[in-house]
């Protein structure tokens, strides 16, 4: 028994101790060496996170940092002395483009307001760069100092309960229920995210305070160029990014505090809630996983947020900001409508729509004159709206007439080339292939609101041919509402396609625009053409229609007040020719009862006329309409709307003017009734001449029942 | 003396017509008819002041016609110009409608007849011959009946 057991020793005791401890000591050096790599890699992050705590401590109570450096200004200066220099350059390149008038947009008017702002304002950039700087700054001490002051790594990590992660108690827990490596392995994990969540923040905070510092001295230091850049066409993109950089830099920090603030408080108030401490899984509780969750990915995502944001909405708002601000500037400067010129594209749009003034008002001061009195207040406004649309155009908003005028100027090219096509096709099939891609193309540019000069070329040229039917162009109308220049181009080719495509009933209500969605120059267009020969027979539909508030309207009422002076007149000669009933209406329900009315002296005169002829005053439409045609020749007469001759105040004036042709020449008025008859029975209706016979001529038995006598067969009639 | 505007009811085919018949709808709009199918030349003649005149000048007044007499001629030269009544039947039309003797209304015949229509006697034959042949007897015309004319060899 003695000499066994040095052999159990030897050949089974050892082995088994050597391979347990083999095993013992590699699952401790794995151990270890994991541990130590963990360890080393959240110390290397504390040690970071530590120095850039630092730094952020430093940087966060220095905001205006930049405004102490020496060489910032130092630099500043020589880059705007060298600034200076271009100025003169650009200045001849203005001389150049104003005389040539070439190229578009660097003609003097267009450029040199901006380049004088530009030259008195380099010499300001650094104080208004700092100023910026400072006053976006203002929100960020105020989070910091809720913050408890810069150094709030603290409270990020009392936030995530990274002291409470690990505790003795959940491990006497989790070593009696035999869990204990899930546990390290669990807590561990979440330690680990705890701290690389509060490291993470801290050195992010403190690398954008860095670059921060960096570029705002860059930013500050370039911002004469900028102004340069703000008064070049070219370098308009380098204005727009410097103040989008700007308003980042100078806006990162309040929003930064601003989360890290939020998230903590918002922790605060989870804590203070009473979640149930549920056991989820190896020691980590409902409670726990919530908090440490939710304030982990408010903070990391609340500063990718930050980013996101910053970069894409902050230069949106700041450009506007900024463009409002210098436009207010220029508006100053030019003489106090600065205040409008955030409005201005919208306010010139409204007022062009009404007026059918643009905003470059070429010719304004003579369209005024021809206007005369129908602008009276109007014309204030309209000076108005053609300075506002300057300034909107100077302070950098999108200019609408320029804009537009370039689209059109496009357009027109385009257009020229498609007309080239139809001229080349070699059949009509060849033409109609040609036709049906412009109309699928103006249908497909409506539907996505394609404002392209293709889009628009492609409803002109169908326009101009009379294939824009008026589903068409009513899509054109609502993708092009906010370019009245586009419509009325559109508008003008379809005059000179007579409005084809469209029956009579369209034209109408599209001339209407009971929706308000025609500009003024449209509409003048159209009721032109009514006035003209080609629309002699929409001039004989025209009617009372409701209008927007359903009032009782008619076509001749708005035709008259919405054209010139100068196309009244045409209008009045023509369509009061067509239709002497509407005509009639309007001179005496409307001029009548208006002494300020441009043709009120012309209506008093007429009406003092009337009483010489008849001895009596106008009484009524028909007196009206007997002034209108007594005078009328055979042609016009045949002209007028047969719907007009069956009136009763027509058939009544009609009468009336015969007698009165018959007292002043009967041989004329015999003259007159059988040239009226010869055409009506050529061209004329059958009711108009029922209506002439009916009114103008005495029947035998009439004549006999009237003379009361009946003339016996044989009974001469004398000579006289 | 010119047609004043009173006297075209009186003088002027169309407006005697017109004035008589404007109550009948049906030979009112069947004159319309009529006349848009005349040639222009015809619509001319009608619409012309100096027919109406020469009713006046030529036949009424040296005739001693009254204004029934006058307007019955003038309806009669209408109904001629649209074929209603065979023009070799003019003098004893205007004998039985104007209550004439035969010698009255053959003078007024050839009046009518060789200058009134003269501008558009031609067509006017043509026309009536060709509406009226098949109508016309088979035999000849006995050459002394004073009350008809024979538009292929007189004239």
């Known amino acids: ?91 001849i390149v203005i001389a150049f483009a104003t005389i040539f008038n070439r190229p578009e947009g660097y003609r003097a008017k267009e450029l040199l307001p901006k380049l004088i702002i530009a030259a008195l304002l380099v010499n300001f950039s650094l104080v208004i760069t700092q100023t910026v700087i400072e006053l976006l700054y203002v929100p960020a001490p105020i989070f910091l100092k809720a913050l408890g002051g810069p150094d709030f790594s603290g409270k990020i990590a009392n936030a995530l309960r990274i002291q409470n992660i690990f505790s003795f108690r959940d491990m006497a827990s989790a070593f009696t229920a035999n869990q204990l490596q899930g546990y390290f392995t669990t807590s561990g994990l979440i330690y680990l995210i705890s701290i690389v969540v509060t490291n993470v923040v801290i050195v992010w905070v403190g690398l954008v305070l860095l670059i921060r510092m960096v570029m705002l001295i860059a930013l500050a230091t370039v911002s004469p160029v900028t102004w340069l850049a703000y008064s070049f066409p070219r370098m308009q993109h380098f204005w727009d990014d410097w103040w989008c950089k700007v308003l980042y830099w100078s806006l990162i920090p309040a929003f930064i505090f601003g989360v890290i603030y939020f998230s903590l408080l918002i922790n605060q108030s989870l804590a203070n809630i009473q979640i149930p401490p549920i056991p989820l899984m190896f020691g980590i509780t409902l409670d726990k996983f919530l908090i440490i969750g939710i304030t982990a990915t408010l903070l990391i995502g609340g500063l990718w947020w930050v980013n996101n944001f910053l970069s894409k909405t902050a230069c949106l708002a700041g450009y506007g900001l900024v463009g409002a601000t210098f436009g207010k500037v220029r508006g100053w400067f030019w003489g106090g409508a600065g205040y409008v010129a955030g409005k201005a594209a919208g306010g010139a749009q409204t007022i062009y729509r009404k007026t059918g003034i643009p905003s470059g008002a070429e010719g304004l001061r003579e369209r005024m004159i021809a206007e005369g009195r129908l602008f009276g207040t109007d014309a204030m406004r309209t000076r108005e709206a053609r300075v506002e649309e300057r300034l909107a155009g100077i302070a950098g908003l999108r200019p609408t007439y320029p804009t537009q005028r370039i689209t059109e100027e496009q357009s027109e090219k385009a257009k020229r080339d498609i007309e080239n096509e139809l001229k080349q096709a070699k059949s009509t099939t060849e033409e109609n292939v040609i036709i049906e891609r412009l109309k699928k193309a103006a249908e497909e540019g409506a539907k996505k609101g ?30 092009f509402k906010n370019m009245p220049l586009a419509l009325t181009s559109v508008i003008n080719e379809w005059k000179e396609g007579k409005f084809g495509g469209i029956t009579i009933q369209e034209f109408l209500d599209t001339m209407r625009d009971k929706d308000n ?82 043709e009120y002296d012309g209506w008093t005169k007429m009406a003092d006329k009337f009483k010489e002829i008849t001895g009596r005053g106008v009484e009524d439409i028909k007196d009206v309409i007997f002034m209108g045609i007594k005078d009328a020749s055979a042609k016009d007469l045949s002209g007028i709307n047969t719907e007009v001759w069956k009136k009763e105040e027509f058939k009544q004036a009609f009468r009336m003017a015969f007698k009165e042709r018959e007292r002043i020449s009967p041989e004329a008025a015999a003259r007159l009734k ?21 009114t103008t001529t005495e029947t035998t038995a009439a004549f006999r029942v009237a003379s009361k006598i009946i003339t016996p067969p044989g009974e001469k009639i004398s000579e006289e | 003396m010119p047609i004043l505007f009173q006297e075209l009811t009186t003088y002027d085919p169309y407006n005697a017509y017109v004035s008589r018949f404007l109550d009948d709808r049906f030979r009112y709009d069947k004159l319309h008819d009529k006349l848009k199918e005349l040639p222009n030349s015809f619509l001319d003649f009608l619409f012309d002041l100096k027919t109406a005149d020469f009713i ?69 034959k043509k026309m009536h011959i060709q509406k009226f042949a098949k109508n016309m007897p088979s035999r000849p015309q006995q050459q002394n009946d004073d009350r008809t004319v024979d538009l292929r060899n007189n004239l």
């Open chain 1, 1 to 91: 028994m003695p000499a066994l057991i040095p052999i159990l020793i030897r050949w089974v005791a050892i082995p088994l101790l050597s391979g347990a401890t083999l095993w013992g000591i590699g699952a401790a050096v794995k151990g270890v060496s994991y541990l130590a790599f963990f360890t080393g890699a959240i110390i290397f992050l504390s040690q970071l996170a530590a120095l850039f705590g630092k730094l952020l401590n430093s940087l966060a109570t220095l905001p205006n940092f930049v405004l102490d450096l020496q060489i910032v200004t130092g630099i500043w200066e020589i880059v705007r002395n060298f600034v200076n220099l271009f100025f003169i350059l650009i200045l």
């Open chain 1, 450 to 479: 394609t404002k392209s000069p293709e889009t628009l070329a492609a409803i002109k040229v169908l326009a101009k041919r009379g294939q824009l039917d008026v589903d068409l162009f009513n899509k054109a109308v609502e993708n």
């Open chain 1, 517 to 598: 969605k025609l500009n003024l120059d449209s509409r003048r267009t159209m009721y032109n053409f009514v006035a003209s020969d080609d629309g002699k027979k929409i001039a004989e539909k025209m009617d009372t229609y409701k209008d927007e508030k359903g009032n009782d309207i008619t076509d001749y009422k708005t035709g008259y007040e919405i054209l010139s002076m100068k196309d009244k007149r045409d209008f009045s000669k023509k369509v009061g020719g067509a239709r002497p009933d509407l005509k009639a209406d309007y001179t005496f329900n409307v001029i009548r009862k208006d002494e300020k009315h441009p």
């Open chain 1, 674 to 694: 059988l040239r009226l008859e010869r055409i009506l029975i050529d061209e004329g209706s059958a009711d108009q001449l029922r209506v002439l016979h009916e």
């Open chain 2, 56 to 124: 006046k000048e030529r036949v009424a007044i040296p005739f001693g016609l009254n204004r029934n007499q006058a307007q019955e001629i003038g309806i009669f030269i209408l109904q001629l110009i649209v074929s209603d009544i065979y023009l070799g039947n003019i003098t004893s039309e205007i004998r039985s409608r104007l209550d004439i003797d035969d010698q009255k209304a053959k003078t007024i015949a050839g009046l009518i007849v060789a200058e009134l229509f003269k501008p558009i006697l031609e067509e006017l």
